[in-house]
C-alpha cells in the first residue's frame, strides 16, 4: 500500500512539474552562438516611428548595443524567414541582440520561401525577412507587406565537384555554364521548393533556353539550401547555392565553380505584415524588428560577419540604399 | 562510419563539458513526451476502461478508431494542429503556436490512440468475473478500476513504453508546431534535422545518441517497474 | 416478528430483452442456509446476483431487513460477501487478498490484521499468509476464497458453486468445514448448487429454479420428499414419476391406477383426478419373487422385470418394469444377495408414506397405460 501511494504521488509530482515548465516555457539557457561583445562607443538613436537616421560614431567596426526600445503591446514577435538565412547563422548573432535591448521575444521560424511569404499572407507572421524580390511584389502590392526595405545582399554562386567534369570552371555568365552542363548531361541538384535560389536557378535554365526539367541527370531535393547542398555533396553534382550558406556549411567537397555573374544577385529585404489587416499580428514588435534590421548596429554586425570563420564577409549590407543601386533593374527583380 | 565514431567522441565531450542548451534541450525533450504521455494515460485509462467495460452502441466503430488512431502519421496530426493553431486558424487567439504547449498537443494526439488501444486490450482481457467478486467485496467502481488496473500492469506498461517511443521520436510535428526555436521549443529530433541540414554531422550523431540513451533509460525504468513482481 | 434478512418482491430480471428470472415472493429468514439447486441456465446464478445486488432487476424490489435497497447498493453489499467458484484472488499475498475486502469497507488496519490471521488460521491455510496467491494449489485458495469471505463479517454470505471445480475429497472436506463454521456463527446463508446432496448435507431450506422460475421453495427434507411438480421432482432425485387416476380417498389412503396396478398413497386434499406418482427410489425394497411376506410394512407390492442394472459405486440402481418404468436404489450387498440380473422376475414393496402424489398437468411424458 505504502508502494501505491509513493507511485502515485511521484506521478503527480513529474505531472505537475512538467506541466509547470512546459507551460512557462524554458528561456532561460544560453544559445548556440554567443551574443557579440559590444564597446559601445556611441548610442546611435533608433527612431521607432520613420526611416532609421543612420548617425554613426565611433569605430566602424564596434558594433554598439541597440538602443533600449520601450515595447509596447505583446511581447512575441514572430519573424518568418527561409531556412538558408537561418542556417548562414546571421540571426543567431542579431536576433539576441534584438532581444537583449528591446523587451520583445523573437520567434525566429525558418521555412521555405514560399511558405514564408504565405505566412505572411495570412497573418501568421509578423514580420518577414526573405530574398524573393520577384515574388515579394504580391504581398507589396496587396498591402499585405508594408514598408520594404533592402537589408543587405549576397551573391549566387555555381557550384561543383572539384573534378568539373562539364568543364564550368572559367566560364563567366551562367547561362554558358548551365548550357555546357546541359549539353554534358553533369549532375545537377535543384531545390525544386519555389524559393528564391530555386526561382533564379529556373530563371535562368530560362534565359538559356533550356529545360532540364524530366532529364534524369537532373534532380530536385524540394528542401532547404543547407540539406539540398549536403545532397548535392553526396552526388559529386553541381548545384546553384547562396554564398552565405555555402560558406556556412560544414563538411563539403564542393567547390565554387563560377561566381560574378551580375544576374546572380540575392538581395534580401524586410517587410512588416500588416497589422490593420490581421488582429492578432504585432504591428509594433514587427516594426521594431524591421527598423533594426537595417538600424546602423545590425548594418555594423552584418557588414562584418563571417570574416572571422570563413575570412570573408558573408554579406554585404546596403540599408538605405536602393534595390537599382545594387543592381537589379526594378525593386523587385 | 567513422562520423558514428565521431559522433560519440562528440556526445561524451557534451555530457563531459556539460553544455547547458543540450542539456536544456535533453529536459525539453522529456517534459514534453512526459507531459503527453501522462495526459495519454489519464485519457488511455479513461477511454480503454469505457472501451472495454462498457457496451454502447457505436462501441465497435471507436474502437477502429483508436487502432487507425495508433498509426497515425504525426507529420499529418502537426500540420492539422499548426493549421487549427496558426494565427491565421480557429484557435490562433490562443497563441499557443511554436509554444512547448503546443507540441505536448500533438504529442499527446499522436500518444494517446496508442495508449488507449492497448489499455482497451489490456482490460478486454480480464476475467468478468473479477470485476464481479471485487463489486461484491465493496468496491466502488474507481476502486475497483484501480486494482484491476493494477492487475493489469504489463500490459499497461507497454501501453506507455510505446506512447512514449512515438511521442519522443517524432520530429513533423514537433517542428511543425513548436518551430524549432532555440532555447523555447528545440528537442532533441528537432535538433538533428537542424544540425544535419548545416552539415553539423557530429553533433547530430551526438544528439541522436543521446535521444537513443534516453529512451532506453526511460524504458528501463518502465520495464523494471512492470517487472516488478508485487507478487 | 422480525422482517426476513433478505427478499425479493415481484422480480423480473431480463438479458437483452429476454425475461431470464422472475420471482414473484422470495425470502431469506435470519440465521437461515437456503439452498438455491436447478439445472444448467435455469437461472441460479442470476438469483444470486441480484439478492447479492449485483444485478438491477427490471422490475421488482430486492429488500434488505425489509427495506427497500435501491439506492444504498454500495452500503449493503459491504454487508455482504460473495464467494464465486472461482476464487480470483489477486497478484498479491495470501495475506494481502484477505484483506483486500475489507480495506475496501474501511476496516482499519489493526482489526484487518485481527481478522486476517484469524480466519486464515479458521481454514488452516495461516502458513501461506506471505505466499504469493499465484502460486498456491486450487484447493488452498478455495480456502483463502473462505477466509477472504468470512474476514468481511457479513451479515450475510452468498456462495455460488463455491466448490464445483474441486475434486471430491477436496470439496467434502471444504463442505464440512463450511458447515462447521456455519454452525457457528448462525449466518444467513444463501448458497447455489447443482448437486443436491450438497443441499442437502448444508441447506435448512431449499429453493428450487427452473427454467426462471421459482418452482417450490421449504425445508429440505419436505421438498426432496414432497416435490412440487415433475420438474422438481426429478430434480431433486425421485426417479419414478408416472401418470395415474385417483380411484379412491379412504382412511387416510389415497389409491391411484397406474396401468394395471393400484397403488396406494397417503391421503392429500385437492387432489384432481389426473395425478402423478413420485417415488424416491431409496424408497424401495427388492425382494424374490416367491416371498410372500415381506418384513417391512410396506403397503404396496409389485412384480416386474429387471431392465436394467447401473452399478454405482457400493449401491447399484435397478430399473424395473412393472408395467411402468420403477427405479429401486439397493445396496451392492443386496444385489449381489438377491443374485439379480436383468430380465429377472424380482418383487419389489414401498411405504404409502414414500408415495408422493402430485397433480398432473396437461401433456405429461410419463404415461404408462391411461
Partial sequence: MVKKLFGVTALLVVLLTAIGLVACGDNGDSKETATPQAAATGTPKVDTTGTPKAVTTGTPQAAATPTAVVRSGPKDVILATTTSTQDTGLLDVLVPMFEKATDYNVKVIAVGTGQALAMGERGDADVLLVHAPSSEKKLVDEGVGLDRRLVMHNDFVLLGPSSDPAGVKGTTKATDALTSIFNKGAAFISRGDDSGTDKLEKALWKKANLDPKGKSWYEETGQGMGASLQVANQRDAYIMSDRGTFLASKSLSLVIVLEGDPGLLNV?????????????????????????????????????????????????????????????????G | MDLIWSGLREAIHILRTGDNSVWSITLRSLLVSGSAVLISLVVGILGGAVLAFKDFRGRSILLSFVNTGMGLPPVAVGLIVAVILWRSGPLGQFKLIYTPAAMVVAQTIIAAPIVTGFTAAALRHVDPRLRTQLYALGASRPQMLWIVLWETKLPLMAAVMAGFGGAISEVGASMMVGGNLAGDTRVLTTAVMLEVSRGDFAVAMALSIILLVLIFAVNAVLTAVQQQERM | MRPPKLSLRDVTVRRRGVEVLCVPDLDVREGEVLAVIGPNGAGKTTLLQVLALLDRPAKGEVLYDGARVRGHELSIRRRMALMMQDPLLLRRSVAENVATGMRMR??????????????????????????????????????????????LEPEVLLLDEPFAALDQPTRETL?????????????????????????LRLGD?????????????GPTAEVFAAPADEGVASLVGAETIVAGKRVASVDGITSVRVGEHVIDGLARDGLPEDVLVVLRPEDVTLMKPNQHRPESSARNHLHGTITRITLLGYQARVSLDCGFPLVALITKQSLEDLDLQTGQQIAAAFKAHAVHLIPREKASPNQAGD
Fill in chain 1, 268 to 332: 534580401y529585404s524586410v517587410m512588416e505584415v500588416n497589422p490593420d489587416k490581421f488582429s492578432l499580428v504585432n504591428g509594433p514588435g514587427g516594426k521594431a524588428f524591421a527598423d533594426f534590421m537595417v538600424s546602423d548596429e545590425a548594418q555594423s554586425i552584418i557588414k562584418d560577419f563571417g570574416v572571422e570563420k570563413y575570412g570573408q564577409a558573408l554579406f554585404t549590407p546596403d540599408a538605405g540604399k536602393t534595390y537599382e543601386e545594387i543592381g537589379l533593374a526594378t525593386p523587385f
Fill in chain 3, 106 to 151: 474501511g476496516v482499519p488496519r489493526n482489526e484487518r490484521k485481527t481478522r486476517t490471521e484469524r480466519w486464515l488460521a479458521r481454514f488452516d491455510v495461516a502458513h501461506l499468509a506471505e505466499r504469493s496467491a499465484r502460486k498456491i494449489s486450487g484447493g488452498e485458495a478455495h480456502r483463502v476464497s473462505l477466509a477472504r469471505a468470512f474476514a
Fill in chain 3, 175 to 199: 463442505l464440512d468445514e463450511l458447515a462447521g463454521v456455519l454452525g457457528e456463527t448462525g449466518l444467513t446463508t444463501v448458497f447455489v448448487t447443482h448437486d443436491r446432496s450438497e443441499a
Fill in chain 3, 205 to 217: 431450506r431449499v429453493a428450487v429454479v427452473i427454467g426462471g422460475d421459482v418452482r417450490q421453495v
